[in-house]
């Protein structure tokens, strides 16, 4: 059964700090990584996804990072923002393909 | 707007109703699915189809039941609420091997 795993759980950093984000899977075998944002009492903003034949994908200030190998994705934040608080989940899906499974996510707050 | 649309947004009823929560894409993807976010805010599968046929149906209560009519429409209906069933529930879509775009969330809240 898959697991995912998300660290830290919480994290606060003045505006400017470039920041890592760390997920990690105990299913090497899967088809994509998928990084999610969600602002409190909204839905889900999908930010990135990298399919299983790539190692990264850059979007903007994101830039995320998979190595199935050892199980583990990275997501890494430019220059942040106070805009950049949210929650962020990363999710991979199952053998199927289809259902995601999704870590804790870690609660992001960027201080002005 | 191309999106994934739930009806609606906040639902507050009484326990032992029975209720329904709408989804409705206009993306063209094939597969749609429900997830349960609890108030630990964990994102959890319930339900997936795909082209109209149920391919997933996690351990849910089978007080849950999805009814979905077209590729584009994915309905919860809930019978016999109970306190525990207070939730956001979201709804999603997409297509094979791709990533999932997510509805803006149900707040149920069962008293």
């Known amino acids: 059964k898959q697991e995912v795993t998300q660290i830290p759980a919480a994290l606060s950093v003045p505006e400017g700090e470039n920041l890592v984000l760390n997920c990690s899977f105990t299913?090497?075998?899967?088809?994509?990584l998928q990084w999610f944002r969600q602002d409190p009492g909204k839905g889900l903003t999908s930010l990135l996804l990298i399919q299983s034949s790539q190692r990264e994908q850059t979007s903007g200030r994101l830039n995320a990072s998979l190595d199935k190998s050892s199980g583990r994705s990275t997501l890494y934040i430019a220059a942040s923002q106070p805009g950049d608080s949210a929650t962020y989940l990363c999710?991979?899906?199952?053998?199927?393909?289809?259902?995601?499974?999704f870590g804790e996510g870690t609660q992001l707050t960027v201080n002005p | 707007d191309t999106a994934v649309s739930q009806t609606p947004k906040y639902l507050v009823t009484q326990m032992g109703n029975d209720k329904s929560i709408k989804c409705e894409q206009n993306?063209?993807?094939?597969?749609m699915y429900w997830y349960k976010q609890d108030s630990k805010k964990f994102l959890k599968i319930m339900f997936s189809y795909n082209n109209k046929e149920l391919i997933i149906n996690e351990t849910v209560p089978n007080r849950f039941s999805p009814k979905s009519p077209d590729k584009a429409h994915l309905n919860l209906h809930i019978n016999s609420l109970e306190l525990g069933d207070s939730a956001v529930y979201f709804c999603a879509s997409s297509l094979p091997g791709q990533g999932q775009f997510f509805g803006p969330g149900t707040r149920l809240t069962v008293l």
């Open positions: 999710a991979v899906p199952g053998a199927s393909g289809s259902r995601l499974t």
């Open positions: 299913d090497s075998a899967i088809y994509n």
């Open positions: 993306l063209g993807h094939d597969t």
